[in-house]
């Protein structure tokens, strides 16, 4: 199957300072790739839309000033977490749907951030 | 707005009793209809998609069925085994490809 890689995997950064997640498609080239949140012991919840070339669609209650996505190519998407807060502490998680119509989607490893 | 539940939200099985998960959706008007395996502070892991169109999908010890006029899906694993031990995640594709996920099912399986 495709292939979707996230980077980094972990990262622990103080709080205040900004941090940048990566999300690659290794095979394949994404034209639309998700960015999810989980909580401890809670399901993924959608953050945002990343569409290549063009500005992320946020879900309600997301705040586009504090999640800062760039999606410059088919084949990459960055989350930038600004001004972290303990409370941004989550499991970062971003798909991309594959080639073709199933509209299967495949997902990164996930980034764990820890803000302290 | 798409409602995803699944039953129960924990399940323990001896090593080689088959598996029974429960998903259930508000909304019939889906896409797909996608499970994934979820390992203790890992990503996600597809295990089936089953589009629209279908019923259900098999791979391996895997199956799962798909009824959307019930707004249901099922997963069965045959025969578990300790490996099998995970949440199981069940998401609901709709038509602009974003998903919404149920909370969980997660499995142990004793040895």
């Known amino acids: 199957g495709a292939v979707v890689s996230q980077h980094p995997s972990w990262v622990i950064c103080k709080s205040g300072t900004s941090v940048k997640i990566e999300c690659r498609s290794l095979?394949?080239?994404?034209?639309?790739m998700f960015w999810y949140r989980q909580f401890p012991k809670q399901s993924l919840m959608l953050m945002a839309t990343?569409?290549?070339?063009?500005?992320?669609?946020?879900e309600q209650g997301v705040e586009k000033d504090k999640f800062l996505i760039n999606h410059a190519s088919l084949t990459l998407s960055t989350l930038t977490v600004t001004s972290a807060h303990p409370e941004d502490s989550s499991f970062y998680i971003c798909?991309?749907?594959?080639?073709?119509?199933?509209?299967?989607?495949?997902f990164g490893e996930g980034s764990r951030l820890t803000v302290l | 707005k798409q409602e995803v539940t699944q039953i129960p939200a924990a399940l323990s099985v001896p090593e080689g009793e088959n598996l029974v998960l429960n998903c259930s959706f508000t909304?019939?008007?889906?896409?797909?209809l996608q499970w994934f395996r979820q390992d203790p502070g890992k990503g996600l892991t597809s295990l089936l998609l089953i589009q629209s169109s279908q019923r259900e999908q098999t791979s391996g010890r895997l199956n799962a069925s798909l009824d959307k006029s019930s707004g249901r899906s099922t997963l069965y694993i045959a025969a578990s085994q300790p490996g099998d031990s995970a949440t199981y995640l069940c998401?609901?594709?709709?038509?602009?490809?974003?998903?919404?996920f149920g909370a969980g099912t997660t499995v142990t399986v004793r040895a």
């Open positions: 990343s569409n290549e070339g063009s500005k992320a669609t946020y």
């Open positions: 095979d394949f080239q994404a034209t639309t």
């Open positions: 909304d019939s008007a889906i896409y797909n």
């Open positions: 998401a609901v594709i709709l038509n602009d490809y974003k998903l919404s």
């Open positions: 798909s991309a749907q594959g080639k073709g119509n199933t509209g299967e989607l495949f």
